[in-house]
């Protein structure tokens, strides 16, 4: 088990930069996840962690002691790829043994640590047969029963779950954590799926185009966004932005004229240009005189049951607001309807996507 | 009753239709075409010389009937005679001296019958000349022959296939400046006809003293730019992601080569030992620069020395002809379905 830290690392291809400078301390025993969306880098900063791509400059250490020129096998990490990468012509136990048999390891422990590890993945009764004969769930189960014998101080996943059918997706996700709390062990796991990385980690990295936007707990990052991206990735259905300034006092206006009073950490000149962002299933249909009230046209319901959602825009066709209600609505397409945002649930961001929040 | 449902297979699946007429004749055409000229060489391999020498050819191996006659130590061929009376026998010619002919029934030795040759005519009767075969061991030294052949075949066949899966290998899953330079050159040397590097070659194997050595038919001809390619090609479609998991599990390049690439890929691996071994078994024009000691022939050299310049032994030169044919329509018959699967995907011929 082990800890590992990123230090300003850059990864080019030519001259492209893909990884522009990553700070990151990976504790042992934590879950970590790297979210983003596609050709943000996470793979490639995953691949470089596990030594299958060269670092450009910046430095990767683990355990104390700086990794960048240790050989992919020598460093100690285990990888579960995307496509699981097992070997078609082997068998499941052949698969698992494979990377012992490289190192020389005695046949008999050999034995006993697939033994062992087949049996924490229950694919004892599987391992005579080949890949081809396993489901998609089983051949994941494989692939990590793969890295689990070699015992590695990190395991790393590169989007492991993304070629499962959803159902599966969500018992493996289990299955994973719980491997994760049996093991002990550091994980690093990469996705683009912001629900499997609310419910799987203890601590989320959001990158896009190669930097780190926000870490956190995932409920740090749910509750309070860094900026506007990372408010919009984490959440879903994915939070509203209104484009609003701000006016005398605490007060922000909207484009149709509704003010409202929101305190900001920082004090603004009046007339500043802010993105007003609030999540779906904190606006509500009833609310007091201190929320702020958006008056929309409804152009979609989803009854749920349980939950509804709303769909509708602000007038002039102003933005798209989504909200996200519980228990079932009376409301058609075509009609008006008030939406209340209550001030505790408000966020407000500067308009680049990446700047800091203001609330 | 199967194969017979599947032989008059129609369209529409009840009657004949025109169509299907004419695709049956389409059919047939070809199959006598293609498989006419291959039964014609197998069924005259069994026929005797004199029956090889007849005018009218016949399709069938026939031969003059012979029977023994108590008395004579050598076999008697049989005639139909037409006798003075008018009646006809089948009788066994004892001997013939001008235009009589003495023949015998052989179950009454002792009466003989004369008659003018045109009354009699020979029967004939369906007959293998196996001698064709089993007489080929002791007329050369067909063993041998067979044995350079196998050898040239089989050695060349496994280096074949290790030299150009490194290459490949290398071409296809390592990342190197001139990567492209050095397969375009590979692919290059097919532009050049053989005919124009016979020579080169054969200074380099004479140089190297390989000549009259089977191993200086086998080293030119290992390195094949088709084999090269193929294998190329196929190992374009094993994913990188295996050969980052092998290497993630202390494979080293080699294993990961050894382990990993060449049992995944098998099938371009069998279209290739099948092109090898049709390529170096029925190769003819490199060993006959090459090898030129009797002993050190194959069977195609030896097919061709048979060939005398003034008398050529027809009925062996065609047996030898079957057995040289053999290897290749086994390995055709067993592993057709890997040449088509390999000429679809590679391209080639």
């Keep these: 088990m082990a800890s590992l830290q990123l230090k300003n690392v850059i990864k080019d291809f030519g001259s492209t930069r893909v990884i522009r400078g990553v700070d990151l301390e990976v504790k042992d025993g934590e879950f970590v996840v790297f979210v983003g969306p596609s050709g943000c880098g ?15 400059s910046g430095d990767l250490v683990i355990d104390g002691a700086r990794a960048n ?54 694919l004892d009764a599987l391992l005579d047969r080949k890949p081809t004969q396993l489901s998609g769930g089983q051949r994941q189960r494989v692939a990590i029963g793969r890295s689990i014998v070699r015992e590695p101080k990190i395991f790393l996943f590169d989007e492991p779950l993304s070629n499962l059918d959803a159902e599966l997706r969500v018992s493996m996700r289990g299955e994973i954590t719980g491997l994760h709390r049996r093991l002990g062990a550091t994980m690093i796991y990469v996705t683009h799926d912001q629900v499997e990385a609310m419910t799987m980690a203890d601590k989320i990295v959001v990158l896009r ?69 609030v999540r779906p299933e904190h606006l509500t249909l009833a609310g007091r005189e201190t929320s702020l009230a958006l008056p929309i046209t409804i152009t979609g319901v ?38 209340y945002a209550p001030p505790a649930a408000c966020h407000l961001f500067e308009s680049d996507d990446a700047a800091k929040a203001v609330r | 009753m199967k194969a017979l449902a599947f032989l008059t297979r129609t369209r529409n699946g009840r009657s004949f239709d025109w169509t299907d007429w004419l695709s049956y004749a389409y059919l047939a055409m070809g199959l006598f075409l293609m498989f006419g000229p291959v039964l014609w060489l197998v069924l005259s391999s069994f026929k005797t010389e004199a029956a090889l020498n007849e005018f009218p050819p016949s399709l069938f191996p026939y031969g003059q009937k012979s029977v023994s006659v108590p008395g004579e130590e050598k076999m008697k061929p049989v005639f ?73 075949t089989v050695i ?23 990567r492209t330079a050095v397969f375009l050159l590979i692919l290059g040397t097919l532009m050049v006809p053989p005919a124009i590097v016979l020579v080169p070659n054969f200074l380099v194997i004479s140089e190297m003293g390989m000549l009259n050595s089977l ?34 599990d202390h494979a080293s390049e080699w294993q990961i080569y050894w382990r990993i690439v060449m049992p995944l890929a098998a099938p371009a691996l069998a279209v ?52 040289t044919l053999l290897p290749i329509t086994i390995v055709f018959a067993f592993l057709q379905k890997y040449i088509t699967q390999g000429i679809a995907s590679a391209g080639v011929k």
């Design chain 1, 42 to 56: 996470k793979s490639t900063l995953l691949r470089m962690i596990c030594g299958l791509e060269d670092i450009s």
């Design chain 1, 69 to 122: 020129d240790i050989r992919a096998a020598d460093r100690g990490l285990a990888m579960v790829f995307q496509s699981y990468a097992l070997y078609p012509h082997m068998t499941v136990y052949q698969n698992m043994a494979f990377g012992l048999e490289n190192t020389g390891v005695a046949k008999d422990v050999i034995k006993t640590k697939v033994g062992a590890a087949a049996k924490l993945l229950r």
């Design chain 1, 209 to 277: 185009a190669g930097q780190i936007e926000q870490i956190g707990t995932p409920l740090d990052l749910y509750n309070r966004p860094d900026n506007k991206f990372v408010a919009g990735f984490i959440g879903s259905p994915q939070m509203n932005f209104v484009p609003v300034t701000t006016g005398v006092g605490d007060t922000i206006i909207t484009e149709y004229g509704a003010s409202f009073a929101l305190k900001t950490e920082r004090k603004l000149p009046s007339g500043t240009t802010l993105t007003f962002g």
């Design chain 1, 302 to 339: 989803e009854q749920l049951g349980g939950h509804s959602l709303i769909y509708g825009t602000l007038p002039n066709d102003g933005p798209r607001i989504t909200a996200h209600v519980a228990g079932q609505v009376n409301t058609k397409i075509g009609e008006s309807a008030t939406v």
């Design chain 2, 80 to 152: 139909r005679v037409t006798l003075p009376d008018g009646s006809t026998k089948e009788l066994a010619e004892l001997r013939r001296i001008g235009l009589t002919s003495t023949l015998v029934d052989p179950a009454r030795p002792d009466d003989y019958v004369r008659v003018n040759v045109k009354d009699r005519e020979p029967v004939r009767e369906f007959k293998l000349a196996t001698e064709n075969y089993t007489d080929l061991s002791g007329k050369m030294s067909f063993g041998t022959y067979l044995w350079n052949s196998v050898f040239i």
């Design chain 2, 156 to 178: 060349a066949t496994i280096l074949t296939l290790l030299f150009n899966s490194m290459a490949a290998f290398a071409l296809s899953k390592y990342k190197f400046s001139g």
């Design chain 2, 215 to 248: 191993w200086g038919v086998i080293w030119p001809a290992i390195a094949t730019p088709t084999g090269v390619f193929l294998l190329r090609q196929y190992m374009l479609t094993i994913p990188d992601e295996l050969l980052e998991a092998a290497r993630m």
């Design chain 2, 272 to 323: 290739l030992a099948i092109f090898s071994v049709m390529w170096r078994w029925n190769d003819f024009l490199w060993p006959l620069i090459v090898l030129s000691k009797n002993e050190k022939f194959t069977l195609q050299l030896a097919l061709n020395a048979f060939q005398g310049d003034l008398v050529t032994q027809w009925n062996y030169l065609l047996a030898m002809t079957v057995i």
